[in-house]
């Protein structure tokens, strides 16, 4: 079953993170043809937001800051959550991924699947693999949920090149959708 999922990234120094990376890998594997739509948080997240594409995210709202303060970001990454309704929302497990999806989880009154190290799909259902743990999506229910990927379990996916994508900068008073060229 096809799923949308919202993956909320990290830039630090300027670069998107490989948490963030990875996490991307496990959403496309998630999303199985669903949409991947990203919120990209970090100094300078506009300016790296375009490279993030390139790996499949479309289209990314954008938050430029520089604090790694959770507490800064739940209110601008709530409202972008309840617009996008995902089926799941996933985080690299660091920095703001550690404790920005837990504070959602709470709020939205989601289940958390912390620190998932593999995906499996299996008769129509995807199953998440934790350290001693597994928590199953069945094909066809609605079940929304938060995951964690813990870092270096998945490979960085490939850039893909051909589709510019859209990326919209959030916190502004009308968002303006750019059209990388």
Known sequence: MARNVLIIGEVRDGTITRETLEATAAAGQIAGGGAVSGML???????????????GVDPIVTLDNGTENPDRFIG???????????????????????????????????????????????????ILHQEENWHTLYGEE???????????????????????????PAGAKDMKIHQPV
Request: charged share 25%.
């Open 76 to 126: 601008a990454v709530l409202p972008v959550v309840m617009r996008e309704n995902p089926d799941l929302v996933i985080a690299g497990h660091a920095a703001l991924g550690e404790e920005l999806p837990v504070r959602l989880a709470e709020i939205l009154d989601l289940p958390l699947v912390a620190e998932v190290i593999g995906l499996t799909r299996y008769q129509g259902s995807l």
């Open 41 to 55: 948080i970090g100094e300078f997240a506009h300016c790296t937001a375009e490279d993030w594409m390139l790996y």
């Open 142 to 168: 609605e079940e929304k949920l938060i995951a964690t990927i813990r870092p270096g379990r998945f490979r960085v996916p490939v850039q893909d090149r051909s589709d510019p994508g859209l990326i919209k």
